[in-house]
Nanobody, 121 residues
Framework: QVTLVESGGGLVQAGGSLRLSCVASGSIFRASAMVWYRQAPGKQRELVAR??????TLADSVKGRFTFYRDNAKNTVTLQMNSLKPEDTAVYYC????????????????WGQGTQVTVSS
């Protein structure tokens, strides 16, 4: 059983910063991909950042503004969000899924409860 607990959302003015954290329980963290998704009202869910133990990718819309850290020793991932824009407003979800050594995802997806990020103009 895996549980994901997110923290760090809130309300910030445009240009400000927020930090989101996600702590995972269980023993499969090192063999998993950790992903941040977001979903704004009326829009499809969007992948924001993804990290395995070997690589990290960011969506083009957040490159240069967001940084994604992974700490395998603490089963934690952190999304540092700088230069926030109103279009970053969404509910942000932490996701965990197992991956093979070549990065192929398999097995169930685990989700956090979501945390609201609101950026005012």
């Amino acid at each position: 059983q895996v549980t994901l607990v997110e923290s760090g959302g809130g309300l910030v003015q445009a240009g400000g910063s927020l930090r989101l954290s996600c702590v995972a329980s269980g023993s499969i963290f090192r063999a998993s991909a950790m992903v941040w998704y977001r979903q704004a009202p009326g829009k499809q869910r969007e992948l924001v950042a993804r990290a395995t133990s070997g690589s990290t990718t960011l969506a083009d819309s957040v490159k240069g503004r967001f940084t994604f850290y992974r700490d395998n020793a603490k089963n934690t991932v952190t999304l540092q969000m700088n230069s926030l824009k109103p279009e970053d407003t969404a509910v942000y979800y932490c996701n965990l899924v197992r991956v093979t050594p070549t990065g192929v995802e398999y097995g169930p997806n685990y989700w956090g409860q979501g945390t609201q990020v609101t950026v005012s103009s």
